[in-house]
């Protein structure tokens, strides 16, 4: 074997980072929607960045506020009108890397996601190999240009700026990209790829878009999916303490870092044996909305989740079943973007943190109550719709303005994460008179010859109802048949 002939003096080696590195390994465990996402998380930072403390806290302090996306086989363009990328702020927008210590300083109380500044190179470079960014603030108007060429050149880590070109109206930015990889190409071109990063971006931002902000894909706009739980408003001569319909609710105290809510409820009445049944064989649109969403610092990083993440199949919650279809609940962490349970991408969740599993404790008390209320009431559920059903619903951020409007009663808890709790007090069935289910298989064409028979209003019974409405009928008459005998001598 060769000896390999070592320098008796040896040079210092280099770690200096090869571009290739970045370009095409950074971006590979990143989807394209993903870094879609982070660009938009810029435009939701920059109004953050340039609003006041106080015009944060609003009900719609995004309003005016735009994104908007179009993309062909050949470029993605993203303009926004988000206040701009300010020149002080270059050397942490355009580095890959952020080389600031302080990873995510607190912008007196914005809630910020960006932390690792990594996310618009990832993006730029997820979907192409040129790009110009071009960017106008109250008193700056530049352009950065990546190159056609530059991701090759592995010497040059410096890119030219330019006065603006594209003298943009208001101050925004806007993210030209070219050269698309053609991955991200034919993406591109597939015809179910808009409606996904709509979806995608419908559940994601459903609290920006709720908040005000407006995006646009292709001239499609982003309708926020709204997810709200059932809570009966207190009257005037009624007391918290009574039997009433409403979430279980959890705030921790305000001194911290991250501030967390945690509401837990129903969103519609508890389904009834068929209901449950349908859902199993063919998920429906109910399903979409059941489960728990987590969200940081206004971005979704949970969607509607009924697994472990968020409890359901762990300690005392048993697993998600569509008996439990009902059962909807909100999470949010609010504060410094360092101290916030998500990964890397800030799309994920991360599980093991230890503000997480706090919380997630507050999460599964809140989620037995509505465990046990379903268990209570599956088989009198006609009865308990008739509670549910008429009763207002509201999103995570009216039951926020409600918790501090002291319209309900929180108690100081000091078990587990420190805070304040309010536990409904979720109404019993008296319980002499309880309905049980009966059922059975016949061949369909019987069932249907004898509905036909015997009911008087067969035509206007829907094809689905046409079981239990004969099983009724006939057992009805079969019962009062019985009952006669009965009393007769
Ligand atoms: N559309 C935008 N509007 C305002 N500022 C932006 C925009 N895009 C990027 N920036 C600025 O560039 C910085 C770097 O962005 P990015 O690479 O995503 O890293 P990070 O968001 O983690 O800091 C952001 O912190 C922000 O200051
Ligand atoms: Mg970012």
């Known amino acids: 074997m060769a000896k390999t002939t070592v320098p008796a003096k040896k040079s210092p080696v280099s770690t200096r980072p090869v571009k290739r590195f970045f370009v095409e390994m950074l971006t590979r465990d990143i989807a394209l929607e993903d870094a879609i996402l982070d660009l938009l998380d810029n435009c939701v930072d920059g109004v953050q960045r340039s609003l006041t403390k106080k015009q944060r806290q609003g009900e719609t302090p995004y309003k005016g506020f735009e994104a908007k996306i179009t993309f062909s086989t050949s470029k993605f363009v993203i303009a926004d009108n988000c206040g701009g990328i300010p020149w002080s702020e270059h050397d942490r927008a355009f580095r890959m890397g952020n080389p600031s210590a302080n990873r995510a300083a607190m912008v007196d109380g914005a809630l910020l996601v960006g932390t690792y500044g990594i996310g618009m190179k990832r993006a730029i470079f997820k979907m192409g190999r040129s790009a110009v960014i071009s960017t106008r603030t109250d008193d700056d108007a530049y352009d950065v240009t990546i190159p056609a060429g530059w ?120 389904p009834d044996a068929e209901t449950t049944l349908d859902e199993q064989e063919g998920p429906t649109f109910a399903t979409d909305f059941a489960g728990w969403t987590v969200i940081c610092n206004d971005r979704v990083v949970l969607y509607c989740n009924r697994d472990e993440l968020t409890g359901w199949g762990t300690a005392n919650i048993p697993r998600y079943h569509t008996q439990f279809i009902a059962i909807s609940g909100f999470v949010e962490f609010k504060g410094n973007a360092a101290k916030l349970p998500t990964t890397t991408t800030k799309r994920g969740l991360e599980f093991s943190s230890v503000l997480y599993q706090q919380v997630l404790n507050r999460m599964r008390d809140g989620t037995r109550m509505f465990v046990d209320y379903t268990n209570w009431w599956k088989q009198n559920e006609a009865q308990s719709k008739q509670h549910v059903l008429p009763l207002p619903s509201k999103t995570m951020n009216e039951l926020k303005t409600m918790a501090e409007s002291a319209t309900i009663k929180f108690n100081p808890t000091r078990t587990g994460l420190e805070g304040e709790i309010f536990k409904p007090n979720l109404p019993r069935p008296v319980s002499e008179a309880v309905d049980i289910r009966v059922a059975f298989y016949r061949p369909k064409k019987t069932v249907m010859r004898l509905a036909e028979e015997v009911l008087r209003d067969f035509e206007d019974i829907s094809e689905k109802n046409i079981p239990r409405c004969l099983g009724e009928h006939l057992f009805d008459e079969a019962h009062s048949k019985i009952s006669k005998k009965v009393k007769k001598p």
């Open 151 to 270: 991701t090759d050149e592995e010497d040059n880590w410096e890119l030219a700026v330019t006065d603006s070109v594209t003298r943009l109206k208001h101050p925004g930015t806007s993210i030209t990209i070219e050269n698309l990889t053609s991955a991200s190409s034919s993406r591109f071109r597939s015809s179910d790829f808009l409606d996904a990063l709509l979806e995608k971006i419908e559940t994601h931002y459903s609290v920006i878009l709720t908040k005000g902000f407006s995006v646009t894909v292709n001239n499609r706009e982003a309708k926020p999916k709204r997810i709200a739980v059932k809570f009966a408003e207190p009257s005037a001569n009624s007391t918290s303490a009574q039997t009433a319909i409403r979430p279980y609710m959890f705030r921790s105290g305000k001194e911290d870092d991250v501030e967390v809510f945690v509401a837990v409820g129903l969103r519609e009445p508890i």
